[in-house]
Every structure is written in structure tokens, then in C-alpha cells.
């Protein structure tokens, strides 16, 4: 079935820090790919989304391209704050499965001053 | 606008019990969602709702059921607890707009419902 992987956390680094979280899924057809980010006891807000091969998400300094041929969505920041210390997590939707989002495990980011 | 809100915040209960949550989806928004954050399995999928009406359902037993009001709200109810079923619980909700295709509709989360089963 169709599925996302994360890289394992936890992830730590300095501010200012350049940020790779890698993200690979395995699905047939043609998934839209999302980027959800949860702070400390709040629930998930969208980061970006991506909805076709080769389109590039980004908001608040952070991207993501979506590749096809590596099956990929890896997001990126240049320059990290303590303020993006949350759990950040990858999924996908398809149009024929009602809705649902599937979600990778998610990856702890904690950065420090 | 107001968000995503779900009640209560937390809940204690025992095994067997029964527990339901509630969910008001952002005004305007017509699907509710239910997903499961359990520690060590991450978040999966549970329910989806719109217009009233069941439209998916994840891998859950048949005693995680729930409905959809009039409103739009939403309630999602465990019957016979058990241990495992520990988690946080997510509402999301959603406008499914007529010309775009599901996918690309944003979900809308609240903060969550944090059961404990002791």
C-alpha cells in the first residue's frame, strides 16, 4: 500500500543552521505531497503542499520540491531559528482514497541559540 | 476566524468504558476527518465525514464509530477501551471545493482530544 518515510529523529542543530529533512514515498498514480508542522502541544498546521512532479512548495523560508523520479519531498530551510523547534511531518493524499492523509512518523527538530 | 475545535482537552478512562469526542469544524467547512496519534504507531487515519455522511474509513475496529450533525460537527466514539487505544486524537476539517480534485484540499487541524486508558 501506499506509504511515506521519514528520516529518524531527533534532529538537533544551531540557529541559523541549514535543515534537510528527508522524505521518500512509495505510492501508484499521481499523490498530492504535504508538509504539516506540530508545535509543543498544538495541533498540525500545513507547511507547504506540492500537488504535481517538479513543483516546488515553500512558506516561511522553507521548501520542498517534488520529485517523481526519486519519489521524494525532502524539505529544506537555509537558516534555522529556535522557533522552528517542532515535529515536522510528511504526507500524502490521493484523489481516490477519500481524503485521507497519510502520514510519514514525523521528525523532532529542536534547534539551539 | 475561528479554527478547528475539539473537546474536551483531556480524558481519563478506564478499560471497557466508553468515551466520545467532539469536533466543530471551521465554519463554512463541510468534512471532518479523525485521525489517531498514537505514541509509537504515528499518526493514522480514522474517519472521514462530509455532508452527514461516512465517506472512508481507516483500519480501526468496528467500536471507533462516529457521525456528523446537521452542523457539520462531528462526534467520535470507542466503545470497550482498551490499553492501546491511549492517544491523542485529531479533528481536521476541510471545504471540499467543487472544481479542485480531493487532494488538494487543505486539512484544518485542532489541537487534539489526549485520551489515557488506565
Known amino acids: 500500500g501506499d506509504s511515506v518515510t521519514q528520516m529518524e529523529g531527533p534532529v538537533t542543530l544551531s540557529e541559523e543552521a541549514f535543515l534537510t529533512i528527508n522524505c521518500t514515498y512509495t505510492a501508484t498514480g499521481y499523490p498530492s505531497l504535504f508538509w504539516y508542522v506540530q508545535y509543543p502541544g498544538e495541533g498540525l498546521q500545513l507547511l507547504l503542499k506540492?500537488?504535481?512532479?517538479?513543483d516546488k512548495g515553500s512558506n516561511k523560508g522553507f521548501e520542498a520540491t517534488y520529485r517523481k523520479e526519486t519519489t521524494s519531498f525532502h524539505l529544506e530551510k537555509g537558516s534555522v531559528q529556535v522557533s522552528d523547534s517542532a515535529v515536522y511531518f510528511c504526507a500524502l493524499s490521493k484523489n481516490n482514497q477519500g481524503g485521507k492523509l497519510i502520514f510519514g512518523q514525523g521528525t523532532e527538530l529542536s534547534v539551539k541559540p | 476566524e475561528a479554527g478547528v475545535t475539539q473537546s474536551p482537552t483531556h480524558l481519563i478512562k478506564t478499560r471497557g468504558q466508553q468515551v466520545t469526542l467532539r469536533c466543530s469544524p471551521i465554519?463554512?467547512?463541510?468534512?471532518v476527518y479523525w485521525y489517531q496519534q498514537a505514541l509509537g504507531l504515528g499518526l493514522q487515519f480514522l474517519l472521514w465525514y462530509d455532508e452527514g455522511e461516512e465517506r472512508n474509513r481507516g483500519n480501526f475496529p468496528p467500536r471507533f464509530s462516529g457521525r456528523q450533525f446537521p452542523n457539520y460537527s462531528s462526534e467520535l466514539n470507542v466503545n470497550a477501551l482498551e490499553l492501546e487505544d491511549s492517544a491523542l486524537y485529531l479533528c481536521?476539517?476541510?471545504?471540499?471545493?467543487?472544481?479542485?480534485?480531493?487532494?488538494?484540499?487543505?486539512?484544518?487541524f485542532g489541537p487534539g482530544t489526549r485520551l489515557t486508558v488506565l
Open positions: 465554519s463554512g467547512h463541510t468534512s
Open positions: 506540492a500537488t504535481k512532479a517538479d
Open positions: 481536521a476539517s476541510s471545504l471540499l471545493e467543487g472544481a479542485s480534485p480531493m487532494a488538494y484540499n487543505e486539512q484544518f
